[in-house]
């Protein structure tokens, strides 16, 4: 099992930036790749960046320029910088963690953000 614990979401201005962080703990040796996921009201869940233990991401594109993805293998988490944040990115951000080999993924709770004037 591995478990998955998220912090930084909140409140901000558009414009504004925000870091979330994903630290994980358990059985993490066979883990493939992490990433943040976000689910607005009303919508589906949808990839917003990932990256593979070899260093290689994905971006969507609506977030692509504004969005960085990063990993601290000494501390075992997954960061999401977010930068010229829109009223669109408001969301619930849930961190993911995938073992390919397994197709098993593993989901964090959730942290709330929130863009608005």
């Known amino acids: 099992q591995v478990q998955l614990a998220e912090s930084g979401g909140g409140l901000v201005q558009p414009g504004g930036s925000l870091r979330l962080s994903c630290a994980a703990t358990g059985s993490i040796a066979s883990i493939t790749s992490m990433g943040w996921y976000r689910q607005a009201p009303g919508k589906q869940r949808e990839l917003v960046a990932a990256?593979?233990?070899?260093?290689?991401?994905n971006y969507a594109d609506s977030v692509k320029g504004r969005f960085t993805i990063s990993t601290d293998s000494a501390k075992n988490t997954v960061d999401l910088q977010m930068n010229s944040l829109k009223s669109e990115d408001t969301a619930v951000y849930y961190c993911n963690a995938e073992k390919a080999r397994s197709g098993v993924n593993y989901w964090g709770q959730g942290t709330q953000v929130s863009v608005s004037s």
């Open positions: 990256i593979t233990v070899g260093g290689s991401t």
